[in-house]
């Protein structure tokens, strides 16, 4: 289960990166400095929510859950700064988040047969 966290952010960082690009992109060439900006800091956000996913299986449930609690907020921040261009990378941010967050920790059977 843990494997969808780290695929759920790669797609989303993915789209996330796509997304920054073509928002910066469309900044500099319509010469909005701040619409540039944006998507910038998105473009680097979602860089950045790709390795938060893999820290995310991290055997210590306080990283997953710090893990989870920032990929819920990369996808929101994303979601404010570049609006609908960042949907598809909102959707899989958030539940890889959630997942990292309420995902429990399987448990090992110990038990010894003859």
Same mark, same amino acid.
């Given at each position: 289960? @843990?494997?969808?966290? =780290?695929?759920?952010?790669? &797609?989303g960082? &993915? %789209? #996330?990166i796509?997304?920054?690009?073509l928002?910066? /992109? #469309? ?5 909005? %400095? *701040?619409?540039?900006? *944006? ?6 956000? %979602? ?8 820290? %995310?299986w /991290?055997? @210590? ?5 710090i $893990? ?7 996808? &929101? ?20 988040? $959630?997942? =990292?967050?309420f995902? !429990?920790p !399987? !448990?090992?059977?110990? *038990?010894?047969?003859?």
């Amino acid at each position: 289960m @843990k494997i969808w966290i =780290a695929v759920l952010s790669i &797609i989303g960082g &993915i %789209s #996330g990166i796509i997304s920054g690009f073509l928002v910066t /992109a #469309g900044g500099t060439i319509f010469g909005e %400095s *701040d619409m540039a900006n *944006d998507g910038a800091a998105v473009f680097w956000l %979602s860089i950045l929510a790709i390795f938060v996913g893999f820290l %995310s299986w /991290a055997p @210590k449930p306080a990283v997953r859950k710090i $893990c989870g609690i920032l990929l819920i907020i990369f996808s &929101i921040y994303g979601f404010f700064i570049n609006g609908l261009f960042f949907t598809f990378a909102f959707i899989f941010l958030m539940i890889a988040g $959630c997942l =990292a967050l309420f995902m !429990k920790p !399987k !448990k090992k059977n110990n *038990d010894i047969t003859a």
